[in-house]
């Protein structure tokens, strides 16, 4: 829409102020030209029910992996220039609220692009570890986590996102932080049968543990990982369902995501 000399330009003639200032307003413009269809199946995979997000607000301050480059975004063309308002958003592929495609972890995995929608519906179990987590920031979600829901809620649904519930998420910007266990990542994929785990940490596994072995166990075996999950204090143990709006530029390792969960 705009050549480079006129998007610096623009760039130049808003600056700092005018970009802090469009951060706190909101536009919506909807252009119809035709009707979007569902898949049916996944279309009929979404109960009704109240909405809760998991997903945190993106902004440069939001904390990110040690060494990742912060979210950034600057308006390249504004209402008096032309009409429309227009950023440009820079930021690693891991950041925010997002998801980890197979492609992270292992060479020739899946990209996040060509993750099945029926695999980002799924029925949502939450395991909590915060209070184990709140005077252990190392602590891990174990088998025995797995097993201590299980006895309360009855088996863990087929394909189902399992996420740890360690309230984190207003502990991001920590040097440590809980994750799964690698014994618990494995035993998920090879006799649950998930589509994916979640965590409202910054990393599947704990802050400090660089083998990753939740990450290998998980995105080894094909499935996904979503990393800085908001809410989780909101939604049931058990009974909700979840809904990814993963991204889908090619070769996708991972990307933010727009999360929620529908509660009966």
């Not at 979210?71 to 925010?96: C, I, K, Q």
């Not at 087929?158 to 994750?179: C, F, I, K, N």
């Not at 290998?216 to 999950?229: F, K, M, P, Q, S």
Request: aromatic share 6%.
């Amino acid at each position: 829409m705009c050549g480079p000399e006129v998007v610096e330009t623009v760039h130049r003639r808003i600056g700092r102020r005018a970009l802090l200032g469009s951060w706190g307003a909101a536009a919506l413009t909807v252009a119809a030209s035709g009707t979007v269809r569902a898949e049916p199946a996944v279309a009929a995979a979404i109960p009704a029910g109240r909405l809760i997000d998991l997903t945190h607000t993106l902004g440069p301050s939001f904390p990110v992996w040690p060494g990742n480059a912060r979210f950034s975004m600057r308006p390249v063309a504004a209402y008096e220039f032309g009409g429309f308002l227009v950023n440009e958003l820079s930021y690693w592929e891991h950041t925010g609220t997002h998801i980890d495609a197979p492609a992270h972890r292992v060479r020739g995995g899946a990209t996040a692009d060509v993750i099945p929608l029926e695999d980002l519906i799924a029925p949502l179990v939450v395991v909590d570890i915060s209070e184990r987590a709140a005077v252990d920031p190392e602590a891990v979600v174990t088998t025995e986590d797995i097993a201590g829901w299980e006895r309360v809620h009855g088996r863990i649904p087929d394909r189902a996102v399992v996420a740890m519930h360690s309230r984190w998420q207003t502990r991001l910007a920590e040097g440590s932080a809980p994750g799964f266990g690698g014994d618990a990542a494995d035993m998920l994929v090879r006799e649950r049968n998930i589509v994916g785990i979640g965590v409202d940490t910054l990393s599947l596994d704990r802050m400090n543990d660089r083998l990753y072995p939740a990450h290998t166990a998980v995105l080894g075996a094909g499935r996904y990982g979503i990393e800085a999950l908001a809410n989780l204090d909101a939604v049931p143990p058990a009974g909700a369902t979840v809904v990814i709006g993963a991204p889908k530029h090619a070769g996708a390792t991972g990307g933010p995501c727009r999360v929620f969960a529908v509660v009966p």
